[in-house]
């Protein structure tokens, strides 16, 4: 997995995501479902794309686009459990025509314990690879 510099601002802008762990999260002896990171890795995603100006409704809405998750690659390095405040990281790492890959994270107590890489890409309503806007490259560059 491609290890990024988390405390480094240099190259890019890291998204910070806070929340915490609840019983539905959970299995029944209070430790996170394995599969539940990847919802808690979309909300940071989401959140990091609305503080860029980004809106899932107004891609679909004004111009028929859509994100896809094409790649995610995981790494499960510790539990989380119940009650736990947890915070995704989320840094785009690259852009191309019609794709965006991030690294993320999502730590407790600045500790590592899950690591994502993951690439989304822009398709149309028929399902198709399709560039990205102009607008939202340039919001994800800056």
């Known amino acids: ?35 539940n990171y990847l919802r808690f890795a979309e909300r940071g995603r989401t959140e990091m794309l609305r503080a860029a100006g980004i809106s899932h409704a107004d891609m679909i809405a004004c111009h028929q686009l859509f994100l896809a998750v094409r ?21 785009v790492t690259e852009i191309s025509g019609a794709t965006v890959t991030l690294a993320q994270r999502i ?23 399709t560039r990205l806007p102009e607008q939202m490259r340039r919001a994800l560059q800056a």
């Open 1 to 35: 997995m491609h290890e990024t510099n988390w405390t480094s601002t240099a190259t890019a802008f890291i998204h910070r995501h806070p929340f915490r762990v609840y019983i539905e999260d959970t299995d029944s002896g209070g430790i996170v479902y394995y599969a």
């Open 107 to 129: 730590c407790r107590d600045g500790m590592s314990l899950v690591t994502l890489m993951v690439t989304i890409a822009c398709i149309n309503a028929a399902g198709r690879p």
């Open 71 to 91: 790649r995610c690659e995981v790494d499960y390095l510790q539990p989380a459990k119940l009650d736990d405040t947890l915070v995704v990281e989320s840094q």
